[in-house]
């Protein structure tokens, strides 16, 4: 299968401003994330030469085999990290992330912070909110996210800079139900931004190769595309 990433980048943007028009957005309010999991460096450098910036994976040791080489020579790109990261892996995942999306429980925080206090770096975080039935990652409850930002703001994580929220619809194909888990993240980071104002957490990553048209329409500020640029994954490799 041949696949034009350059094109499907551009499509896909295309796309993006008519939503964000739509909805009645500032143009450029959305970004646009290339989630490269599954595909080769290659494919990274084909979308850096068409202007992408902004990447995710999701599983650590591929991200830190793929970006380390890439950001030595690409110093301008970022990568955010945005699938189940377990605690051992979270020393390699903050030497090549600058935003860890998929913070889902507070004991991770506490990794987090050990691993960027040891390197002395500052990264971001995206708290990951359980929205839809199916889906299993993510908190399951408003009251463990408030302990996670009230932790951080007794300066408990002087490393972590909490930068906004992120979920997964549940995959159906019923529209109404993927836009009730976006409205759902929405106002809980309208709630938590009210509560924790000292916190700027304006990202709300949401929206996916089969709903971002949905999620921006709602609020996403963060698009993560894979398939759309990069085409179809092969999980055998
Ligand atoms: C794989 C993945 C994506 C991209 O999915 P596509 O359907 O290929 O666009 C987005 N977000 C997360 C958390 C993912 O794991």
Redesign the pocket.
Known sequence: MIVNIAENLKVIKQKISEAEKRAGREAGSVKL?A?S?FHPSEDVISAIGAGQFLF?E?RVQEAFEKFSPIIETHPQIELHM??VLQSNKVKNAVKVASCI??VDRLSLLDEIEKQCAKINKQIKVLFEFHTGEESKSGFETEEELEQALTAIKEGKYPHIIPAGF?T?APFTDDKERVRKSFILLRELSKRMKEKYPQFEMKELSMG???D?EIAIEEGSTLV???????GE?DYSK
């Open positions: 994330m989630v999991k995710g999701n945005i699938g999306e998929s992120m997964m996916m190769s089969g971002f993560r595309v894979g398939t759309a640029i990069f994954r």
